[in-house]
C-alpha cells in the first residue's frame, strides 16, 4: 500500500537532512580546528544518525497525525549534544586531540539548529513529493463534525478527508467492511465509544496496514491529559492546571527580554507605519480601547489604528452587541476598514503596540486574545477560564486558525493551551505564528 512507501522516504529524507547537518559541522571544524579534526568529525557521521535513531527522531512521525519540527527541538538538541559527546570522545582517542570548548559549543549549537533547518526543509519536501494520506471519518454528530472541521483547517496535516461513516455494526467489521477500501487511515469520532466495537475495527485495520486514530469525547474534562500506565492497565491523568508561580516568573521574564528586543528592531516600522496611517485617514494612528485583562480586570490595549476615526460610533450600523449568539465577533468585511488598514490586518503590523502592553505588565506574549469588556460581561463560568492567565499578543487562536474559528473552538484550544501551559509552548506557539502570519490564515 501507499503507506509502506511513504514512511521510509520520509525517514530517508530526514536521516538525509541529519547528514547534511553533520557534514556541514564538519566543514565549520576543518575551518576552526583543521583537516584532520574536520576528517574525524565526518568519520563519527554514522555514529550521529544512529544516535539520531536512537533519540526516536526517525520513528516519531508515522505516529502521530501532526508531527511538525519545532515539536521536537528538545530531542533535536539532545541529539546533538549527545552526537557532539561522542564526537569530542572519539577525537580524543585519534590524533587531534580533543575540541576546543568554543568549538564544541559551536558544533551543538550548529547541528542543533541545522538539523532544525534542515529537516523542516526535508518534511515539505516528502508532503510534495507523496500523495496526502486518505482518511476516513467513523462517527456522527458534534465530534465527528468538529473533528472534520479542525482537520481541514491545517495544510501541514497531509491529510486528504475521503469520506464519513456515521454508522458501523459489529457484524459489518467481522465480514470485512468495503468501505475501508482504499483509505489509509480511520480516524473514530464518536461519542459514546463502544469498546467492542473499536477493538474490532483497529483488527480490521490491522489487517489492511490502515492506521487508526481515536478522538476521545473528552467532555467536560477538557484535554490536560497524560496517558501513563500501570502494568497493562492504561490511566489517563488529567492536569488541574495549577500554575506554579516559577512557572509564571519564566513566563514574565520571556515576555520582558523578547518585548523589549522586540520593540527595539520593530521601532522604524513602529514610525513608519504611524506615518503612513496619519497621511492614509485622519485620526490619531493608535487605537486605544478597554479590554477584559486577567481576572477580568479592564486595561487599555493599544493597536494601530485600522479604521476610520469615528468607527466606534458606527458599531450599531454594523453589529448589534445584544443580537450577537456568542460572546464575540469579528466580520469578513467591515466597512469601516481603511484600505492600508486591511493591509496592516492582513500582515498583522497594528497588533505591534501591544508590545507597550507586554512590557506594561497588562498582556503576555502569548495568551488568550483580549477581549472587550462589554463581551465578557457575557462570559458563561466555562468561558471565564479564558480569564485566568494574562491575554497574549498572539495565542492559540492565531496558530489553530485565527478566525476560522467559532467561540467554542476558540474558547477549547485557549482551554487547552492554559490547561498545559509551559515555557517551551510558548515558543512553540511564538514560532508558529510566523509561519499563519506570513500564510494570513484567517486575518481579516
Request: include cysteine; glycine fraction near 8%; proline fraction near 6%.
Amino acid at each position: 500500500m501507499r503507506l509502506r512507501r511513504r514512511d521510509p522516504l520520509r525517514r530517508r529524507l530526514l536521516a538525509a537532512a541529519d547528514a547534511v547537518a553533520v557534514v556541514g559541522v564538519s566543514v565549520v571544524a576543518v575551518a576552526v580546528e583543521g583537516w584532520e579534526t574536520g576528517l574525524w568529525a565526518l568519520v563519527a557521521l554514522p555514529l550521529w544518525l544512529l544516535l539520531a535513531k536512537l533519540h526516536g527522531l526517525y520513528d516519531r512521525d508515522h505516529r502521530a497525525l501532526r508531527h511538525l519540527t519545532v515539536d521536537e527541538l528538545p530531542s533535536l538538541f539532545a541529539w546533538a549534544l549527545s552526537g557532539t559527546a561522542a564526537t569530542t570522545l572519539l577525537l580524543h582517542l585519534a590524533p587531534p586531540g580533543s575540541l576546543q570548548i568554543r568549538t564544541a559549543v559551536g558544533v551543538w549549537l550548529l547541528a542543533g539548529l541545522g538539523g532544525f533547518a534542515l529537516r523542516t526543509v526535508a518534511r515539505a519536501l516528502w508532503r510534495r513529493l507523496t500523495p496526502p494520506e486518505r482518511a476516513l471519518i467513523v462517527g456522527r454528530g458534534a465530534l465527528a463534525d468538529s473533528t472534520r472541521r479542525k482537520l481541514n483547517l491545517f495544510d501541514d496535516i497531509h491529510l486528504e478527508l475521503v469520506g464519513e461513516r456515521p454508522q458501523w455494526s459489529l457484524d459489518e467489521l467481522r465480514a470485512g467492511p468495503a468501505w475501508l477500501a482504499g483509505v489509509d487511515r480511520v480516524l473514530v469520532a464518536a461519542s459514546p465509544l463502544d469498546e467492542t466495537l473499536v477493538a474490532e475495527l483497529l483488527r480490521a485495520c490491522r489487517e489492511r496496514n490502515i492506521k487508526l486514530s481515536v478522538v476521545p469525547p473528552t467532555g467536560a474534562f477538557g484535554t490536560a491529559a497524560q496517558l501513563s500506565r500501570v502494568a497493562d492497565l492504561p490511566i489517563v491523568e488529567y492536569n488541574t492546571w495549577d500554575i506554579s508561580r516559577s512557572s509564571l516568573l519564566l513566563k514574565r521574564a520571556l515576555d520582558l527580554a523578547l518585548s523589549s528586543v522586540a520593540l527595539v528592531a520593530v521601532l522604524p516600522l513602529f514610525v513608519l507605519t504611524a506615518l503612513a496611517i496619519l497621511v492614509d485617514s485622519r485620526g490619531s494612528p493608535i487605537f486605544v480601547q478597554w479590554r477584559a485583562g486577567r481576572g477580568g480586570k479592564p486595561f487599555r490595549m493599544y493597536k494601530f489604528r485600522t479604521m476610520v476615526a469615528d468607527a466606534e460610533d458606527r458599531l450599531p450600523e454594523v453589529v448589534s452587541l445584544d443580537d450577537l449568539d456568542e460572546p464575540m465577533f469579528k466580520l469578513l468585511r467591515d466597512p469601516r476598514i481603511t484600505q492600508l488598514g486591511s493591509l496592516l490586518r492582513r500582515t498583522s503590523l497594528d497588533e505591534l503596540p501591544q508590545l507597550v502592553n507586554v512590557l506594561q505588565g497588562h498582556m503576555s506574549l502569548v495568551g488568550p486574545r483580549p477581549e472587550q469588556v462589554e463581551l465578557v460581561e457575557r462570559y458563561s463560568p466555562e468561558h471565564r477560564i479564558r480569564l485566568s492567565v494574562k491575554p497574549g499578543l498572539t495565542g492559540p487562536m492565531q496558530v489553530y486558525g485565527r478566525g476560522e474559528l467559532t467561540f467554542e473552538e476558540r474558547v477549547a484550544v485557549e482551554r487547552d493551551y492554559i490547561e498545559n501551559l509551559s515555557l517551551g509552548r510558548d515558543l512553540h506557539i511564538l514560532a508558529l505564528t510566523i509561519a499563519a502570519v506570513v500564510g494570513g490564515r484567517g486575518a481579516y
